[in-house]
């Protein structure tokens, strides 16, 4: 027998008794009340969490979609936050021009080269069009690709696509409908957000820096209406609040997701969505985010807020993982302890690539002007260790194929130059590198020197880990070639 069961009916009789009849139903009627009012609130909370989980798992593909874009805002005030060119920053509307190589303890831009001067400026072509003009470069290399503020490269002049010849061309933003100048060329940018981070090839001697030099002095930028009139680019305004010491990504990172959101729908205004963005413009718009209009996380309600606030962790491990899924997926190649993608450049809808070449590689070129294949190791299990001693061999004929030049880069493991004896921090084609008997070549990557008779083929190692960067500028189209995978470097193999 329940005595425990007994005792609350006993309970329960004696509390109806007491009430009688009338209370009866009193009582019954509150107890069907505070039922109702638990199952609403029950109901009501699973509501709840369902919508933060539909918010937060549009708002991590929201995050994605708007990664490049707020990248190259934070990217832009960062470098640009001076009042005159300097350093590694110019304002806006004034061309950048590096003078040289970063030095060996110059830590400001990761992966830096050696292969190459920059000739950068940012510029602001949502209110009027820019008109560039370069000079004859008497056949040198040399490349100006234009990004636009989703990261695309739209348009390319140099080498490759328009010669070497001397050039004027105006960049104009969207919707912009008016005239140019006669013998202007026009290339239209998607987004009022360009960043033209122009490449000369530069062998690295003094005549050379000099011959250099010249070329990137009668580089012009001029806005459409000072054109054909004495121009001089006013000072840049600096801004206190600006953080140009935090590495970009760092910054982005840091970033809420309401901060991170409203600064996106700001963007938006003058750096509108592509036309194949069509869903995810869609998808925006159940977030509370409209392109032209203002983000007002006020108004989304508490449990679409909870999602959004959510968002911004997973998003970032989703762009970060696809380091290992790209490969998976064709986006990246792995082969021969080598990374590279040729999917870079024009990511269409690819929105996740593009997120994480922004991330790793913000500035990539199309893979028809240069693929930069980067190695951590022999294989994937195993990480480069400046006590072994490497050979990169080259079969007769099996050297880099490019149209343009090649190079391979020794970097620490922070992605920096490291110092050596003979201040070598590149081997590439500007050596004169010994062939075997056979034709073949070897590069030797070591700590010490290989000897005499080896050294023009040796790339200098530190003693601890170390990274391995090639460049391939204007590769073959045709086999073999590492765009269509019929060329991949070979393996770094230890002695």
Excluded at 68 to 87: C, D, F, G, K, Q
Excluded at 140 to 159: A, Q
Excluded at 442 to 471: C, T, Y
Aim: glycine share 8%; charged share 20%.
């Amino acid at each position: 027998m329940d005595t425990n069961a007994t005792r609350r009916n006993l309970c329960l009789a004696m509390t109806l008794g007491a009430l009688g009849s009338s209370g009866v139903a009193r009582a019954a009627d509150g107890l069907m009340l505070d039922l109702k009012r638990e199952v609403e609130d029950s109901v009501d909370s699973l509501k709840g969490d369902i919508k933060a989980r539909q918010a937060r798992d549009l708002a991590i593909e929201a995050y994605i979609y708007a990664y490049p874009l707020v990248t190259m805002e934070l990217t832009r005030r960062s470098l640009t936050n001076v009042a005159a060119p300097e350093a590694a920053r110019a304002p806006m509307g004034h061309f950048l021009k590096l003078r040289d190589y970063p030095a060996v303890d110059n830590h400001a831009v990761t992966a830096p080269n050696a292969d190459t001067l920059y000739t950068i400026i940012w510029l602001d072509v949502a209110k009027e069009p820019w008109i560039i003009s370069t000079p004859d470069m008497k056949g040198r290399f040399f490349l100006l690709p234009m990004l636009d503020g989703w990261t695309n490269v739209f348009e390319v002049p140099g080498k490759r696509t328009t010669g070497t010849g001397a050039q004027k061309f105006a960049i104009t933003g969207p919707g912009w409908k008016g005239s140019l100048p006669s013998g202007v060329k026009q290339y239209k940018s998607p987004t009022g957000m360009v960043w033209m981070l122009g490449r000369i090839y530069c062998t690295g001697t003094p005549e050379d820096y000099a011959e250099v030099h010249a070329l990137q002095d009668q580089m012009t930028a001029t806005p459409l209406s000072s054109y054909g009139k004495p121009y001089t680019p006013p000072p840049g305004t600096v801004d206190p609040s600006v953080d140009s010491k935090t590495a970009v990504r760092d910054q982005v990172d840091a970033m809420d997701a309401a901060s991170y959101f409203a600064l996106f729908a700001q963007l938006l205004k003058t750096n509108p969505p592509l036309a194949g963005d069509a869903a995810m413009v869609a998808k925006l718009a159940k977030i509370g985010i409209v392109p032209g209009k203002d983000f007002d996380a006020a108004k989304l309600g508490d449990s679409v807020n909870k999602g959004l606030a959510e968002a911004p962790k997973p998003a970032q491990a989703k762009i970060m993982g696809w380091m290992k899924k790209g490969v998976l997926a064709g986006d990246l190649s792995l082969k021969n302890g080598w990374t590279f993608t040729t999917k870079a450049g024009t990511y269409g809808t690819n929105y996740i690539q593009r997120a994480l070449v922004t991330a790793i590689g913000l500035g990539a070129n199309r893979p028809q002007d240069a693929v930069y294949p980067t190695s951590t190791g022999p294989d994937i299990l195993q990480k480069y260790d400046g006590s072994k001693k490497y050979v990169m061999h080259f079969p007769k004929g099996q050297l880099p194929p490019v149209n343009g030049f090649w190079s391979l880069t020794m970097y620490g493991t922070d992605y920096f130059f490291v110092p050596n004896p003979i201040n070598r921090y590149t081997v590439s084609q500007r050596n004169k590198l010994k062939a075997n008997a056979d034709g073949s070549v070897d590069i030797f990557i070591q700590h010490e020197s290989p000897g005499p008779d080896k050294e023009e083929n040796w790339l200098p190692a530190p003693k601890d880990g170390f990274v391995l960067m090639m460049r391939l500028y204007w590769p073959k189209d045709k086999p073999p070639s590492i765009i269509d995978g019929s060329w991949v470097p070979p393996r770094a193999k230890a002695v």
